[in-house]
């Protein structure tokens, strides 16, 4: 019974459909697979962009397929997409292209992901607790759109919607940073450690507004100590 208590009360603090200014400090854990459950990240808008560095932290134990960060445009609800594929790989979805990476497997301990792109060279970067992944192409020359939804938790196949209950996300997720740039070795780094001192300019976890449906709880993510 203790986990219902825990998400009844959190969800009396935090109204679902209300507007909430930033979670610093804070996780949000999908506790069970639904359709309808997600956190919308109200990033201000951009117009395109031509690199990013998208970082979270998260920890899932579900051995299907998931979103993990889902930015849809009316052009393409995989305009941005980071798909789990099985516990092993990730797939980075740049629009029509899809560039997979084998990482060790996701499990119950909260891990640092961030993944690096920019368009000129089609360079795709993926790092995990601040290790580099090989470097890889793709999306050479194009553009992610601007005017779109940030979704955790489901995999839009239209903006805003489009929810599968086989590809929603069950764990814990915290740390979501998106920069307009690809962050330096050292950064990346210190973002993974949590001593970089800004957040994202697109998504910052600390300040970003968000909204939540569904079974969501927001909760102390207990990582800093007292
Ligand atoms: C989800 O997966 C289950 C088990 O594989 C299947 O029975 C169900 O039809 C699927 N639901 C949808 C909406 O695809």
């Known amino acids: 019974m203790k986990p219902f208590v825990t998400i009844v009360l959190v969800m009396c603090i935090y109204l679902p459909g209300s507007d909430s200014i930033g979670m610093y400090g804070k996780s949000v854990h999908f506790p069970a697979k639904t359709a309808n459950s997600f956190v919308r990240l109200h990033a201000p808008d951009f117009s395109s962009l031509t690199a990013f560095t998208v970082c979270l932290r998260a920890a899932s134990e579900e051995t299907r397929n998931y979103g993990l960060f889902s930015y849809a445009t009316d052009s393409n609800p995989n305009e941005l997409l980071l798909w789990q ?21 996701m499990n119950a301990l909260l891990r640092h992901i961030c993944v690096t792109w920019e368009s000129h060279e089609g360079e795709i970067t993926v790092w995990v607790n601040g290790r580099r992944s090989v470097r890889k192409v793709g999306g050479k020359g194009q553009v992610v759109k601007g005017l779109g939804q940030f979704i955790l938790g ?73």
């Open 154 to 226: 489901q995999e839009q196949d239209s903006v805003g919607g489009g929810f599968d209950i086989n590809q929603s996300f069950v764990g814990e997720i915290t740390d979501v940073h998106m920069w307009d740039h690809v962050l330096q070795h050292n950064d990346i780094k210190k973002v993974s450690q949590g001593c970089l001192r800004y957040g994202g300019n697109i998504i910052d976890w600390g300040s970003t507004h968000y909204t939540f449906e569904g079974i969501v709880a927001i909760e102390d993510n207990k990582d800093c100590p007292l």
């Open 85 to 105: 594929e099985s516990k092993t790989h990730l797939r980075v979805e740049l629009g029509n292209q899809k560039i997979t990476f084998s990482l060790p497997e």
